[in-house]
T-cell receptor, first 112, second 115 residues
């Protein structure tokens, strides 16, 4: 069984400030972890993924995430928020051959 | 990255009619495709998993006779919402898993409105 919890359904940040989105997972076997971004009325775009290589993963648009097995976490960060980062973000987990399980999502609001 | 094309992006239909949504993997072969439903301000809910050439596997609570899924080729899966009702109005998203790398790519979504 696998599950994902995203802490905070809404996050508000000022432009230029740090973005931190939290994701904790549960998996009985080594997981693959993903962060996706969704803009209004669009599908999901992959930001980055962890597949058991380096624990610090760099993605697109300046985002990165760190896999911490001891904390079962995969938090997403970006040093400096941009207005274009306003969107919904989903953390997801899967294991080999399994379906993706999504977290509840975190909506990011960027204030000028 | 790989491209998944979902069509149409928006559709409005009358109650009682059927609507077909197509999901195509444009530059890779997808042995497995997934269909999700997303309610406003909520996460994605997996409806069914379809494997090329075999019957779809539906999640608990999803009516297979209501949501017909066909995955006839390695690049195309279709979802048909039969006898649509207003409560079927939602955002539907497909996802295709790359046969080689195993990564899932998402379509642009379809906004279905039943009036």
């Amino acid at each position: 069984a696998q599950s994902v919890t995203q802490l905070g359904s809404h996050v508000s940040v000022s432009e230029g400030a740090l973005v931190l989105l939290r994701c904790n997972y549960s998996s009985s076997v080594p997981p693959y972890l993903f962060w996706y971004v969704q803009y209004p009325n669009q599908g999901l775009q992959l930001l980055l993924k962890y597949t058991s290589a380096a624990t610090l993963v760099k993605g697109i648009n300046g985002f990165e995430a760190e896999f911490k097995k001891s904390e079962t976490s995969f938090h997403l960060t970006k040093p400096s928020a941009h207005m274009s980062d306003a969107a919904e973000y989903f953390c997801a987990v899967t294991t080999a051959g399994n379906k993706l399980t999504f977290g509840g999502g975190t909506r990011v609001l960027v204030k000028p | 990255g790989a491209v998944v094309s979902q069509h149409p992006s928006r559709v409005i239909c009358k109650s009682g009619t059927s609507v077909k949504i197509e999901c195509r993997s444009l530059d890779f072969q997808a042995t497995t495709m997934f269909w999700y439903r997303q309610f406003p301000k909520q996460s994605l809910m997996l409806m069914a998993t379809s494997n090329e050439g075999s019957k779809a596997t539906y999640e608990q609570g999803v009516e297979k006779d209501k949501f017909l899924i066909n995955h006839a080729s390695l690049t195309l899966s279709t979802l048909t919402v039969t006898s649509a009702h207003p409560e079927d109005s939602s955002f539907y998203i497909c996802s295709a898993r790359d046969r080689v790398e195993g990564e899932a790519f998402f379509g642009q979504g379809t906004r279905l409105t039943v009036v």
